[in-house]
T-cell receptor, first 113, second 111 residues
Framework: EAGVTQSPTHLIKTRGQQVTLRCSPI?????VYWYQQALGLGLQFLLW???????NRGNFPPRFSGRQFPNYSSELNVNALELEDSALYLC????????????FGPGTRLLVL | GQNIDQPTEMTATEGAIVQINCTYQ??????LFWYQQHAGEAPTFLSY????GLEEKGRFSSFLSRSKGYSYLLLKELQMKDSASYLC????????????FGTGTRLLVSP
């Protein structure tokens, strides 16, 4: 069974640009979570999508946004990139009923210059 | 607020046993997770504790004390491939809303 996949694997952008990151959950998983892992910091929760709706949001500015599609895949959009947005962005998925465990994808490493 | 503490780095020798501690102070508690993350790779799920006590899974065991806000991950018969970061994470709310992570413990296993 395929795991969580993310694209692209690496990305270089300049300040002020916009970026879109993509995530495909494990087949049968309906929830998608996004986390930011900056150098030296723990994973910080960004967003949670379930059944196409945004269910919860972390302490990030509104320029971080996303959506979930009918096939449960998800996009994370970051507008007006800042240098401190340089990080590994991880997507995780979870099954629908009663299961707490989140399974992570390999991440997208974003470098903002 | 949410606070999860773990040691930054640990070293151990191949074949030995190592215990990685995690203490937490969160607004709520709905379970504690341990993940392993090799450099440049995705975190992989190791264990989930929601009740007090020890959960054993092969060479890895995880312990939880909810009253003390404390957990540990025990790795036995260490192998070189166990060199990785170990992430402690708490689910602070019901409804699977998010995980709160510590900064991780980097474990280096030497021959």
């Amino acid at each position: 069974e395929a795991g969580v996949t993310q694209s692209p694997t690496h990305l270089i952008k300049t300040r002020g640009q916009q970026v879109t990151l993509r995530c495909s959950p494990i087949s049968g998983h309906t929830s998608v979570y996004w986390y930011q892992q900056a150098l030296g910091l723990g994973l910080q929760f960004l967003l949670w999508y379930d059944e196409g709706e945004e269910r919860n949001r972390g302490n990030f500015p509104p320029r971080f946004s996303g959506r979930q599609f009918p096939n449960y895949s998800s996009e994370l959009n970051v507008n007006a990139l800042e240098l401190e947005d340089s990080a590994l962005y991880l997507c995780a998925s979870r099954e629908r009923e009663g299961r707490e465990t989140q399974y992570f994808g390999p991440g997208t490493r974003l470098l903002v210059l | 607020g949410q606070n999860i503490d773990q040691p930054t780095e640990m070293t151990a020798t191949e074949g030995a046993i190592v215990q990685i501690n995690c203490t937490y102070q969160t607004s709520g508690f709905n379970g504690l997770f341990w993940y392993q993350q090799h450099a440049g790779e995705a975190p992989t799920f190791l264990s989930y504790n929601v009740l007090d006590g020890l959960e054993e899974k092969g060479r890895f065991s995880s312990f939880l004390s909810r009253s003390k806000g404390y957990s540990y991950l025990l790795l036995k018969e260490l192998q070189m491939k166990d060199s990785a970061s170990y992430l402690c994470a708490v689910s602070p709310q019901t409804g699977f809303q998010k995980l709160v992570f510590g900064t991780g413990t980097r474990l280096l296993v030497s021959p």
